[in-house]
Nanobody, 125 residues
Framework: VQLQASGGGLVHSGGSLRLSCAAS????????IGWFRQAPGKEREFVAT????????YYADSVKGRFTISRDNAKNTVYLAMNSLQPEDTAVYYC???????????????????WGQGTLVTVSS
């Protein structure tokens, strides 16, 4: 599975962006897809994930209520709609995929097998 993240950019505080993660390969439907982010000088952190079966979604507390993850299996694409962006959301955002990730491990980066190249989101105050 190859992943291509896009949609990052510069936005003012309170603004919105929608990230896309396009996947190649015919196993997309069986992959749990997650978004992670890494700010300068900080460790990579979990943002959101959507499971392959049932499309259940999970979010980090810091983005819950502001970000929405969704998937379009017909287009092999996962989206991350980000609203009410704040300067602390500034980071490189990565999408990742993995098959058969158990629920207790969906927030762990090491659970994901495939990673995209990242897209930069900058939120100015």
């Amino acid at each position: 599975v190859q992943l291509q993240a896009s949609g990052g950019g510069l936005v003012h505080s309170g603004g919105s962006l929608r990230l896309s993660c396009a996947a190649s390969g015919d196993t997309f439907r069986r992959q749990t897809i997650g978004w992670f982010r890494q700010a300068p000088g900080k460790e990579r952190e979990f943002v959101a994930t959507i499971r392959s079966s049932g499309g259940h979604t999970y979010y980090a507390d810091s983005v819950k209520g502001r970000f929405t993850i969704s998937r379009d299996n017909a287009k092999n694409t996962v989206y991350l709609a980000m609203n009410s962006l704040q300067p602390e959301d500034t980071a490189v955002y990565y999408c990742a995929a993995g098959p058969g990730i158990i629920l207790s491990a969906v927030r762990e980066s090491q659970s994901y097998t495939y990673w995209g190249q990242g897209t930069l989101v900058t939120v100015s105050s």
